[in-house]
C-alpha cells in the first residue's frame, strides 16, 4: 500500500476502485500510483475462484475520470486484457483508524508476535512480541509482503543469531521504507542489535519513532528521512550487515545498484512488495548486482526474496 496522507479521517472523500486478477495487480497498481493520495490493494470477493483483487486509490476531492478511464484502458491494454470497470464513490467521512484499532487481530510470524494494544493476554511463550497499532504509516503485518519479510527475518536470525556490530559501525541492519518500523524493530528486538530505519515520508518516520518509544527500543531504533537509497543518511552508516525493503517493484528495479552496494559481503537482502509476476523482474535487477537467490517466500499473490552478496 503506498500512502501519502498524514491522517487517518477522510471528510469528503472519494475512491477510485477496478476489481483484477491477482496477477494483474502491479500493472494496475502503477495506474493509480502516482495520482492518489493512498492506494490500497485487498482481497475482493474469496467466494470467486481464483481470488479477485482490489485496486483501489483514496482521494481528498472528486477524482479526474478521464485520466483514471485513460490510465486503466492503457495498464490493460499492455496486459492484453480487456479493461476492468472504474468505478468512482463518495465515502462517507470516518474515522478509520479508529474504527479499525479494535478489530486489528493479532499476528503470528515465525517467532514474531504482533499485536495492538487492545489486545491485552494469551501471548505465546517464547515470541517476540511488538506493539503496532493500525497507523497511518504502512505496516501493521497484516499485509502478505509484511508476512513474508517477518519470515525471512527469522529464518535469518535462526542461521545468524549473533550479529553484532563490526568495529567503526553503528548500524547492524537498515529497513528501506520502514512504514511504521516493524521490520527494523522485529530485527532490533530479537538480538538488541541497532538498526536504521529510513522513509520519504515524514509520517512513516514518525510513526516508528513512537513505536520505538512504545516497545522499548529507542537505544536501537534510529529513524530518519530520506530520499531514496542513495541519501547522505544511508550512506553514512554502510555497509549494512542486512537491509529490508518491502517497497514496490518499479522503485526496487530502479535502486538495485545503490541498495546493493550498500550491502555487506555476505549480507543478506530481503526484497518485497511485489506480485509474482513480478519476482523475475526484480531478481534480474539484483542478479546483476552479483547478489544470488537464497530463499523465497510466496504469500499469493506475494513474493519476498531473501538474497545473498
Known sequence: MTNKIGNASF????????????????AFEMAFEDIADVVSLYEYDESIKPILW??????????????LTARVALAASALGIAAPELVIAKVPAKDWLRETVTSFPPLKAGR?????????????SGAVRLVINAATAFGS??????????????????TAPHLRPRPGQDFVGLDMGCGTGILGMAAAKTTRIPVLCADIDPEAVRVTQYNAVKNGLTD??????????????????????????????????????????????????????????????????????????????????????????
Request: proline share 5%; glycine share 10%.
Open 11 to 26: 471528510g469528503n472523500s472519494w475512491s477510485a476502485r477496478v476489481i483484477v486478477a491477482a496477477e494483474n495487480l502491479g
Open 54 to 67: 482490489a485496486v483501489e486509490g483514496m482521494f481528498d476531492e472528486s477524482p479526474p475520470r478521464a485520466e
Open 112 to 124: 514474531y508476535y504482533i499485536h495492538g494494544d487492545h489486545i491485552k493476554d494469551g501471548f505465546p
Open 141 to 158: 503485518g497484516q499485509h502478505a509482503s509484511t508476512m513474508g519479510c517477518l519470515l525471512a527475518l527469522d529464518g535469518m536470525f535462526r
Open 220 to 309: 536501537v531504533i534510529t529513524a530518519v528521512m530520506s530520499d531514496g537509497c542513495g541519501d547522505r543518511a544511508i550512506r553514512a552508516h554502510a555497509p549494512y550487515r542486512f537491509i529490508t525493503a518491502n517497497i514496490l517493484a518499479r522503485p526496487l528495479n530502479q535502486m538495485a545498484a545503490k541498495l546493493s552496494a550498500l550491502l555487506a559481503p555476505g549480507g543478506t537482502l530481503i526484497l518485497a512488495g511485489f506480485v509474482r509476476r513480478d519476482e523475475a523482474m526484480v531478481l534480474n535487477a539484483y542478479r546483476m548486482q552479483g547478489l544470488r537467490l537464497e530463499k523465497r517466500f510466496r504469500i499469493p499473490p506475494w513474493t519476498t526474496l531473501v538474497l545473498r552478496k
